[in-house]
C-alpha cells in the first residue's frame, strides 16, 4: 500500500474525464487501497481516482468520524431521488485551504460495482449523498471551484499557483 500525490488546483489533469473499470481485478484493489492510504492521511473524506492521476471510474468514501466505514464506489451512477436542493460547505484535497458553498441535491440513488467486485445500490442524503456527487464531478473532470464565482476562483487560482511555487523553489 502507498501513499500517492495528490494533484492540486489548477493542475490541467484535473480536467481529463475518467474511463469506466472493465473488471474489478487484483490492480484495481490496489489502486483502491492506495487511494485509502491517501485518503486516510491526508486526511479527508473523499477521494476520486482523478486527484491521484489514475483516469478511471474509482471513488473511495468514508464519512464515519473514526475511519471505520469505508466505502468503494466503481463505474458510480447517480440517480436524484428528491429534488429539494441543499447548500454546503464543501472543502476538496485538490483545493486545499479552501471552503466554499456549493449546492447539490440532498437525496440520491447511488448504483456502483465495490471493492468485492458486486454490483450494489445505495440510497445516500445529507453529507454522504453531496460527498457522492463531489466525487462523481471529478471523474468527469468537473471540481467545487466550477460552482463558485469566476472572482472567487481566480482568486483560489492565484494563491495556489503561488503556493506551487513556493513548493518547487523549496523542492517538496
Ligand atoms: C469532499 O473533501 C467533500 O482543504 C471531500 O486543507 C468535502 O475530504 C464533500 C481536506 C466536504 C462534501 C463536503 C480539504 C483536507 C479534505 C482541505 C475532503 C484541506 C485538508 C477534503
Ligand atoms: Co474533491
Excluded at 124 to 135: D, K, N, T, Y
Amino acid at each position: 500500500m502507498a501513499i500517492l500525490e495528490i494533484l492540486e488546483y489548477p493542475d490541467p489533469r484535473l480536467r481529463t474525464k475518467a474511463q469506466p473499470v472493465a473488471e474489478v481485478d487484483e490492480r484495481v484493489r490496489n489502486i483502491v487501497d492506495d487511494m485509502f492510504d491517501t485518503m486516510y492521511q491526508a486526511p479527508g473524506i473523499g477521494l476520486a481516482a482523478t486527484q491521484v492521476n489514475v483516469h478511471e471510474r474509482i471513488i473511495t468514501i468514508d464519512i464515519s468520524e473514526d475511519k471505520s466505514e469505508p466505502l468503494t464506489f466503481i463505474n458510480p451512477e447517480i440517480t436524484v431521488l428528491e429534488g429539494e436542493p441543499e447548500t454546503m460547505q464543501e472543502g476538496c484535497l485538490s483545493v486545499p485551504g479552501f471552503y466554499e458553498e456549493v449546492t447539490r441535491i440532498e437525496h440520491c440513488l447511488v448504483k456502483a460495482t465495490g471493492r468485492d467486485g458486486k454490483p450494489f445500490e445505495l440510497e445516500c442524503r445529507g453529507l454522504l449523498a453531496v460527498c457522492i456527487q463531489h466525487e462523481v464531478d471529478h471523474l468527469e473532470g468537473k471540481l467545487m471551484v466550477d460552482y463558485i464565482s469566476p472572482l472567487k476562483r481566480n482568486r483560489i487560482k492565484g494563491k495556489l499557483e503561488k503556493k506551487h511555487k513556493l513548493e518547487a523553489r523549496q523542492g517538496k
